[in-house]
């Protein structure tokens, strides 16, 4: 079974910095299937990029994401308030998600 | 607009089948590519991806759950249902499904609000 793993897992950071969060899978897999989602606490998760690196429908552009066989990376470039949250990976639907980064103000 | 709810009940005693129903409207369980699946959360802990269904029956489970989990889906009643045997406290916590609008890109791109499920005699 696919391992997915998120670093850091906290990240303590202040509004207008930039995030830089990072998911490595056990195995590479054919494709660009990553997915991130956005986690508020007692909220449902948001997806906010698929197929690694486009943003779905109403989420800003300081969120972006890259990268490609078993390394991925979200960037928040300039972080706003509403944005300090936990954030999961997810290769493809069937797969495991990761343990999460906790993304919290400094 | 896509949306999607759990149902189910709140509270189970060890050793018995929880049935948790998914019911959704916006789209089709039926058109070629989509899927729901369900991710369950523990409280304080990650997300767990568990199942899913495609649009042509095609089921897939957790491995270390398979023997547990039985998913369907019912088109006529836009209701996707999750089936969990033999439940353990281990098993409490939030249960949400989620649309899968593409099977070659594999997202989930809207999930419900979550029911939270608590196991316990």
């Known amino acids: 079974e696919i391992v997915v793993t998120q670093s850091p897992g906290t990240l303590s950071l202040s509004p207008g910095e930039r995030a830089t969060l990072s998911c490595r899978a056990s195995?590479?897999?054919?494709?660009?299937?990553l997915a991130w989602y956005q986690q508020k606490p007692g909220q449902a998760p948001r997806l906010l990029i698929y197929a690694t690196s486009s943003r779905a429908t109403g989420i800003p552009d300081r969120f972006s994401g890259s990268g490609s066989g078993t390394d991925f990376t979200l960037t928040i470039s300039r972080l706003e308030p509403e944005d300090f949250a936990v954030y999961y990976c997810q290769q493809y639907a069937s797969s495991p998600f990761g343990q999460g980064t906790r993304l919290e103000i400094k | 607009q896509i949306t999607l709810k759990e149902s189910g009940p709140a509270l189970v005693k060890p050793t018995q089948t929880l049935t948790l129903t998914c019911t959704f409207s916006g789209f089709s369980i039926k058109t070629s590519g989509v899927g729901v699946g369900w991710v369950r959360q523990p409280p304080g802990k990650a997300l767990e991806w568990l199942a899913l269904i495609y649009w042509n029956d095609d089921d897939r489970y957790k491995p270390s759950l398979k023997s547990r989990l039985t998913i369907t889906a019912d088109a006529s009643k836009n209701q996707v249902v999750l089936n969990m045997a033999n439940v353990d406290p281990v098993d409490t916590g939030t249960y949400y499904c989620a649309h899968i609008p593409d099977f070659w890109s594999g997202y989930y791109s809207v999930w419900g609000q979550g029911i939270m499920v608590t196991v316990s005699s």
């Open positions: 195995q590479s897999l054919s494709g660009d299937d």
